[in-house]
């Protein structure tokens, strides 16, 4: 028998943080803001859920439709707000982001 994939509706993204921050608030209206640069008032509406923030703030997990998943890749790959957001992964399975990474490992 086959394996069977697991069907998932959301996106997770690991983001690296630069200069670190703390703050959930700070970083998702830094995700907005690029949304709606990059696409307009509408997209900058998007749901986005920060899941976690690493102790030292220099990384960042959320999830997020995955029908809005590449509009948040391109338009944070776009920005130059700062904090600045760099993609590390991005996966339909949300233990996938966490790999071997101390840092993250605290978020699960």
Do not use: C, W
Request: hydrophobic content about 45%; aromatic content about 4%; glycine content about 6%.
């Amino acid at each position: 028998m086959p394996p069977r994939r697991l069907s998932s509706t959301h996106r997770y993204i690991r983001f690296a943080v630069s200069p670190p921050s703390t703050d959930a608030l700070t970083l998702r209206k830094t995700m907005q803001d690029a949304l709606g640069q990059a696409f307009g008032i509408v997209s900058s509406h998007t749901y986005i859920d920060v899941l976690g923030i690493s102790d030292g703030g220099d990384a960042l997990v959320v999830r997020i439709a995955e029908n809005d998943a590449p509009k948040l890749l391109a338009a944070v790959t776009a920005s130059n707000a700062t904090p600045r957001l760099s993609v590390v992964k991005e996966s339909g399975f949300l233990p996938a982001l966490l790999g071997t990474d101390a840092a993250l490992l605290a978020l699960s």
